[in-house]
């Protein structure tokens, strides 16, 4: 995988948790199986996880546009809120460092 993910370092990078820190970083929104492509999962690949994923709750449909259904992450789910809590504290304890390195920088 060519970007830098903290979230899949520490998550794993497989389809799954792939299509999941897509849906976390977007969590406002809702999307269409295509757009989840965008995550870099092969179609086939997108197929087979998202019944699970919509089995467990984690991700729910939300509205239908012409024949697109779409659909965003669950967050009232609690294992879905638990991903979430995880991507957040990864960022930002990866900011924090961040800017702890720029402050030893500039001195």
Known sequence: MTDESIFLEYMGYNPRM???QYLIEGRDFDYTLTDMLN???????LNTLFP?????????KTRKIGRATLY????DNL?????????????????NQLELQKV???R
């Open 72 to 75: 965003k992450i669950n967050q």
């Open 18 to 20: 792939r299509v999941l």
């Open 52 to 60: 699970k994923l919509s089995e467990l709750g984690i991700v729910l």
């Open 39 to 45: 995550a870099g999962v092969s179609w086939g690949t």
């Open 79 to 95: 294992i879905a809120k638990q991903l979430i809590e995880i991507y957040d504290k990864l960022i930002l304890e990866k900011l």
């Open 104 to 106: 030893i920088v500039k």
